[in-house]
């Protein structure tokens, strides 16, 4: 069923026209000295609390309840069943959706055609937890005999922005293990730059890919091959390949975008070591089933869908911001870039017709403080909505100068969105100009350009810190956040049909670069592209 087509879409839709106009935070928190408390979840994980306080939002409890029939209605609890019982929910693909598979961590059987899939998912762990032990401790010599220092993980989308992404939260838990690098564009800069830091003799390629046909990925293996080749210069490597006793499986019920749990992860395992590897498999299976078990209104993952649905198909909001105010999560935003927009960037709903209503919003974002001095500008005074999820951790990896560094974040991050909520009043702005010495006609110019209008709305989430097991919970939230709003717009949130279209019409256009020959086969605007550059190569 189309969401406007829901019963109680069209009821909410109704409560908006009438009463949208009307909410105001401010007010709201003024006249309810338990809004926090009424819109806040605490949720006690095996590594410490994780708490949601979404009472900076444009809802009262009668929104929030007319979100969750939509929800029941639009059918996500039987979606959520679907999903980890093993149907092949991806229908366009005829697979299973099953990252939940990866970090089963409880062992029960999970079904695919029959099949449990377990003993296959643990039989890949135990070989990456024996291949992560052998290179950690020195035993996997490089050719020359010398221990490995660094690994070179080639890959592209869900192969690169997951290991990205989490290797470089996790570097405080990385003592011990290989330096890791990450080669992903095309560019050969990027390879380029890469190799010229690296000794052959102590590196070992990963290649990451799930069809081992992606044009980038084996164009960079085949690249990575060439450099190792000539700087080894041994007989031992004149056979070079990929032993199959090197190889790790997964599976088509294994989404790219969904698949860091995966031997893809293998980087990550081999960085942070075995162990943390596994906890952060653990923080994603305690999401999962809190994801399954909770309640809709208690559900962490289904509140922040319904939020965002709220302000994308009512309030037209067309963006995302996630500013994570950890520096180890720098990458965050930029992973979660694909894992949103990659699974809900779709107008066609499950029947085949085409969606009257908006789907999946833009997400961007960095980590604070820094986006303060760069964007924040338009968060707050900016004409589009930009609903914000803010995430920080209680403590510091890092608690230099007394923890005064951390204690200057924490002020930072708590301002920010007490500001987005409150704003600044005409007349607030009003007395700090005059407290300042200004009057007259030079307050009354620049008075418009000191208020805030506040309303702004934002979630924030805050754990206790930023462990294997919590990065592994955070990162489960927003897939099951992801599912949940694909149900609700009655969308596949497992193909990405969208990103072929382009590899056809490049590898139609790659031969057309060989020679010096005008082009003339395309339209106009492409001919002349291609022409330039052509011109422009030598």
């Not at 299976?285 to 078990?293: E, I, P, Q, T």
């Amino acid at each position: 069923m189309a969401l406007t087509n829901d019963p109680n879409y069209k009821k909410l839709e109704q409560w908006y026209r009438d009463n949208a106009g009307s909410l105001n935070m401010r007010d709201m928190f003024e006249s309810d000295k338990d809004r926090f408390s009424k819109f806040s979840t605490t949720l006690q994980t095996d590594d410490g609390e994780i708490l949601l306080d979404f009472s900076k939002n444009l809802i009262n409890q009668e929104v929030l309840s007319m979100l969750l029939a939509m929800a029941k209605s639009m059918g996500v609890e039987e979606a959520r069943e679907k999903m980890f019982s093993g149907e092949k929910i991806n229908f366009t693909e005829g697979r299973a959706v099953l990252h939940v598979a990866l970090r089963n961590r409880s062992n029960e059987p999970i079904t695919v055609d029959g099949q449990d899939v377990m003993p296959e998912v643990n039989r890949v762990l135990d070989k990456m937890k024996a291949f992560c032990q052998r290179v950690r401790s020195g035993q996997w010599k490089g050719f020359s005999g010398k221990s490995i220092t660094d690994v070179v993980n080639i890959g592209i989308g869900g192969s690169d922005l997951g290991p990205l992404m989490v290797t470089e939260a996790l570097k405080p838990y990385s003592s011990g293990g290989p330096n890791v690098w990450f080669v992903s564009n095309i560019d050969g800069t990027h390879m380029a730059k890469t190799l010229a830091q690296l000794n052959a003799e102590t590196t070992l390629f990963i290649i990451a890919s799930k069809t081992f046909t992606t044009q980038e990925t084996i164009t960079n293996a085949e690249s990575a091959r060439e450099w190792f080749l000539k700087t080894a210069n041994d007989v031992k490597v004149k056979d070079f390949g990929i032993d199959t006793a090197n190889m790790f499986e997964f599976w088509d019920w294994v989404g790219g975008r969904y698949s860091l749990w995966s031997a893809i992860g293998l980087s990550i395992a081999l960085h942070v070591g075995f162990e943390n590897f596994e906890q952060l498999l653990s923080g994603a299976h305690w999401m999962d089933n809190h994801f399954r078990s909770a309640p809709l209104q208690q559900n962490v993952p289904v509140l922040l869908a319904l939020l965002g649905v709220w302000y994308i198909n009512f309030f037209q909001a067309e963006t995302h911001a996630m500013l994570p105010y950890d520096q180890y999560m720098h990458r965050f935003a930029a992973y979660f870039q694909q894992g949103d927009m990659e699974s809900n960037g779709k107008y066609i709903t499950k029947d085949g017709s085409r969606v009257n209503y908006h789907t999946g919003p833009i997400v961007w974002g960095e980590p604070g403080t820094n986006g303060q001095h760069a964007f924040y500008q338009l968060i707050h005074q900016g004409t589009r909505m930009i609903p914000a999820d803010f995430l920080i951790p209680a403590q510091s990896q890092h608690p230099i100068r007394n923890n005064l560094h951390h204690k200057i974040l924490v002020a930072n991050f708590l301002a920010q969105t007490e500001a987005l909520m409150k704003g600044k009043t005409s007349d607030e702005a009003r007395r700090e100009l005059e407290a300042g010495g200004l009057k007259g006609d030079a307050l009354e110019k620049l008075l418009p350009h000191k208020v805030f209008e506040g309303n702004k709305p934002s979630n924030s989430i805050v754990f206790k810190k930023l462990s294997p097991f919590m990065l592994g919970a955070l990162v489960a939230m927003y897939e099951h956040k992801i599912f949940v709003q694909g149900v609700m717009w009655n969308i596949n949130s497992y193909d990405q049909w969208g990103v072929e279209l382009g590899k056809q019409l490049a590898k139609q256009i790659e031969p057309e670069l060989k020679d010096d020959s005008e082009v003339t086969s395309h339209d106009s605007s492409t001919n002349g592209l291609i022409n330039f550059l052509k011109k422009n190569f030598a």
